[in-house]
């Protein structure tokens, strides 16, 4: 469940499946292909007590028998000198289509923790999720059910007047700065409804906000842009992050970063060492804004007094 939370590769889970071969603890779909899972909850357990056979694996004797397909058995400790190969991401002994893996309660626990460093909610809200499951035995879990995918707000509390006017152009990153107050959060609302396709990140929304301090960490800067850019969990370093963006050549808008110098300054360095990487992979132009937002103020009076 988790590995289909993060990574987003798994399609469907099927718990206690009826099937036509011992291996029903779990059913896993990935695109086209079906894995058939077992778990086993075994002391003292070598290779050398395995037999494996075309159609069943003995296991000290006890014949369990395999499907036509991919078939992988956990056991929570086997002594594997040697894997020979990986599977959903896990090092395997394969034999045919068998792969038996080593995974204990401890080394479980080490993974998820590692998969949810960065989104240590997310954890608690997937264990809740998965629970309910088991209770209501919904046991066929798609991966278009599961909790929608939690990135920060970027709606601005206070409404945003829209002038109907494009104001400036820009290519990949608009780094706005002008003195508090004078309405470069809202021009930023409208730049991003004229450009499609845009990247935002704000670091302030409103003085509710129950957001507003993990925002201003640089860590979860890069983790909530993973989130919107690939809609998964899995951890991608800040030069993955670029690379990608610079690829798309998309619009990327970053408001408030003052609140980081002002309330996070040990944190503003990487954020500038970000953005200078940006800059360094894409066509981009910074802007003084303040001719731009002295019209934006205009415009926004006219219209006002309008209505």
């Not at 590995?3 to 099937?19: G, S």
């Not at 003995?58 to 992988?72: A, R, V, W």
């Amino acid at each position: 469940m988790v590995k289909m939370d993060v990574e987003r590769q798994i399609d469907k889970l099927e718990i206690e499946t009826t099937v036509n071969n011992n291996f029903d603890d779990i059913n896993v779909s990935v695109s086209d292909q079906i894995m058939f899972c077992q778990i086993k909850d075994m002391d003292n357990i070598r290779l050398d007590d395995l037999t494996i056979e075309k159609d069943y694996i003995l296991i000290k004797n006890k014949q369990h028998k395999l499907s036509e397909k991919t078939n992988i058995i956990f056991f929570k400790h086997i002594d594997i000198e040697n894997n020979n190969s990986t599977i959903l991401g896990f090092p395997a002994y394969q034999q045919d289509n068998l792969y038996i893996i080593s995974l204990s309660r401890y080394d479980s626990s080490q993974i998820i923790e590692e998969l949810y460093e960065y989104n240590s909610k997310r954890e608690s809200v997937i264990n809740q999720f998965f629970n309910l499951r088991l209770d209501t035995r919904h046991l066929i879990i798609g991966k278009a059910e599961l909790p929608v995918i939690d990135i920060y707000n970027t709606q601005l509390l206070e409404k945003t007047i829209d002038v109907g006017r494009k104001l400036l152009e820009f290519n990949d990153i608009l780094f706005i700065e002008g003195k508090p107050g004078v309405g470069k959060s809202h021009l930023t609302t409208c730049l991003a409804e004229e450009y499609e396709n845009n990247l935002m990140y704000r670091f302030w929304v409103s003085n509710q906000d129950k957001d507003y301090d993990s925002r201003l960490l640089f860590r979860n800067f890069i983790s909530n842009i993973s989130k919107e850019l690939f809609s998964d969990y899995r951890y991608r370093s800040e030069d993955e992050i670029i690379e990608y963006l610079s690829s798309k050549k998309n619009p990327v808008i970053i408001d408030g970063l003052d609140h980081v110098e002002n309330y996070k300054p040990s944190e503003l360095e990487q954020f500038i060492s970000f953005i200078d990487k940006l800059k360094g992979k894409t066509v981009e132009r910074y802007f003084n804004l303040h001719d731009a937002l002295k019209e934006f103020h205009n415009l926004l009076l006219m219209k006002v007094k309008m209505t």
